[in-house]
């Protein structure tokens, strides 16, 4: 390679000094990226991940956003995001830098050009004020575990059915949940996405609830219930 002089050090040094891992530059970077990749630019998301990482940034910062991403605004609109982001993080433990550059950047790309859906983000959030608003809600009998006979004679696990030896027959959420979230729904398929998630529903055979009223997914039915 070409010899260390003083002149390429204070180069190096006074780009690494205008990135400051604790300052503005640093969050308007990610900021940036987040954005880019929400609106679908894989270009803008691109150019900014390689800007954070050409400047010294710690290449695991960018793929732990990168998973995080893949959950909160992709989900199960594309449930093989998470699987490239993961990939991407293993690679920089790996092979490092810079040669998983371009394994993270596969992945910018990819999450880029995904279909986006945060409706696995907010039914995580929901499900973490109902168990806020109610901490102690007691398991229903018929799903608690049972390891003793005093256990079985108070009803513990009484009527539970193994549902993969019966032919799954999905049950409603009101057979699993607390007595006083009976009829909660956190999920909905529906909830801004794109048509993926709904998919991903429909070929589960998933028939959902919702707080507001009921949103059933069901042939012929689209997400403002006008027949196709």
């Known amino acids: 390679?070409?010899?260390?002089?003083?002149?390429?050090?204070?180069?190096?040094?006074?780009?690494?000094?205008?990135?400051?891992?604790?300052?503005?530059?640093?969050?308007?970077?990610?900021?940036?990226?987040?954005?880019?990749?929400?609106?679908?630019?894989?270009?803008?998301?691109?150019?900014?991940?390689?800007?954070?990482?050409?400047?010294?940034?710690?290449?695991?910062?960018?793929?732990?956003?990168?998973?995080r991403f893949a959950s909160e605004d992709i989900g199960l609109a594309d449930p093989v995001a998470l699987t490239q982001a993961v990939a991407a993080d293993q690679s920089v433990a790996a092979i490092g830098m810079p040669e998983a550059g371009v394994v993270i950047a596969q992945c910018v790309i990819y999450l880029a050009l995904a279909p986006k859906s945060c409706a696995v983000y907010r039914a995580y959030n929901q499900a973490v004020k109902a168990c806020k608003e109610l901490p102690h809600a007691a398991v229903p009998l018929q799903i608690r575990n049972a390891p003793t006979a005093m256990m079985k004679h108070l009803g513990y696990s009484s009527g539970y059915v193994y549902n993969?030896?019966?032919?799954?027959?999905?049950?409603?959420?009101?057979?699993?949940?607390?007595?006083?979230?009976?009829?909660?729904?956190?999920?909905?398929?529906?909830?801004?996405?794109?048509?993926?998630?709904l998919r991903f529903c429909e070929g589960a055979g998933r028939v959902q609830g919702s707080g507001s009223g009921e949103h059933a997914v069901e042939s012929g039915r689209t997400r403002d219930g006008v027949p196709h």
């Open 1 to 67: 390679g070409e010899p260390i002089d003083a002149a390429r050090v204070a180069a190096a040094t006074q780009r690494h000094a205008l990135y400051d891992r604790n300052g503005d530059m640093h969050y308007d970077l990610i900021s940036a990226v987040h954005k880019s990749l929400r609106g679908g630019s894989a270009d803008a998301a691109l150019y900014y991940v390689a800007r954070m990482l050409t400047a010294g940034e710690n290449p695991r910062y960018v793929t732990r956003r990168l998973i």
């Open 164 to 197: 993969p030896a019966n032919g799954y027959v999905r049950g409603s959420d009101g057979d699993y949940l607390p007595v006083e979230l009976a009829g909660t729904s956190f999920f909905d398929p529906f909830d801004c996405e794109e048509g993926s998630t």
